[in-house]
């Protein structure tokens, strides 16, 4: 039976960025389907003041549609999506960034439907809080403070963190290109970024989605380390994977590293699905 890929995204975009990668797993023989968490995609609802001629005031104050939207909607839309695969043969769940934490929590729900757990640079708590890990040492030398200069409105206000991507401020764009895609273009960075979405769920479920040795544990798993992620800094990868693996010593991450930024891969996935084709159920000798 052929595989499913379900592929979750992170922060503050939707299913479009797995775009270039479920077209090539299905091009190698598999099954992919790309998940749209609550709030996100077309059914995300874009503040006034973001579209057309930006009036950053309106954007300041327009309530969010990500409003108490929690980590509870995102594992009940991804678990949906992984039984109606599963019905039809192993599943994959393949999450990258922020989407970690989704693929954890649901794993701790689900994990007799679930064949494999692949974290793409991912976000996957095991011994401390995600506020904890961001304050870390492991993660002094993260970039993605440069986002904050996007940062529009008061998230307490409007009911989620807005960041405005839409910016046309060379220096924003230059902090970006570095944080997020250092080996990349300039016109890919500006691609990508026509695809984020303004805002972000603000609450995060510490105890869902932080890793259960008695159901996620059971799972295998797989981390794919990025070498040159200025987002989620090698360090932090390493300790999720560390952490992972003093909780279960017996069952412990399969890891495989890939150079390239926090983006890069999303653009150019033949290595990350080279990875994931060696990992199919149906494949796998």
């Known amino acids: 039976m052929t595989t499913t890929f379900v592929l979750v995204h992170g922060a503050f975009c939707n299913s479009a960025v797995w775009s270039p990668t479920a077209r090539e797993l299905t091009l190698r023989g598999h099954r992919a389907v790309a998940v749209d968490l609550p709030g996100h995609g077309l059914a995300a609802t874009i503040p006034d003041g973001y579209l057309g001629a930006q009036d950053l005031a309106v954007l300041a104050s327009s309530p969010s549609g990500m409003a108490g939207i929690s980590t509870a909607d995102d594992v009940a839309a991804v678990s949906a999506v992984v039984r109606r695969a599963r019905e039809h043969g192993p599943v994959v769940l393949v999450g990258a960034s922020r989407g970690g934490l989704t693929l954890t929590a649901v794993g701790n729900v689900l994990s007799g439907s679930i064949d494999r757990l692949v974290y793409v640079s991912a976000w996957c708590p095991v011994g401390a809080t995600v506020a904890e890990y961001s304050a870390g040492p492991e993660n002094a030398a993260s970039l993605l403070g440069a986002a904050g200069a ?9 009911g989620a963190i807005r960041l405005n991507w839409r910016t046309a401020d060379p220096a924003h764009l230059d902090l970006l290109q570095e944080a997020l895609l250092a ?16 805002d972000e769920a603000l609450v995060v479920d510490e105890v869902a989605t932080r890793a259960d040795p008695a159901t996620w544990g059971t799972i295998p798993r797989t981390y794919v380390r990025l070498t040159d992620d200025r987002a989620l800094p090698l360090a932090l990868q390493d300790r999720f994977i560390a952490e992972a693996d003093a909780l279960l010593p017996d069952r412990p991450f399969a890891v495989h590293s890939l150079a390239g930024s926090h983006l890069r891969f999303q653009l150019h996935p033949a290595e990350l699905v080279g990875v994931l084709d060696r990992l199919a159920p149906d494949r796998a000798t």
């Open 150 to 158: 996007l940062a529009v409105g008061d998230p307490a206000e409007i």
């Open 183 to 198: 080996d990349g273009t300039r016109r890919e960075l500006l691609a990508y970024l026509h695809t984020q979405e303004p």
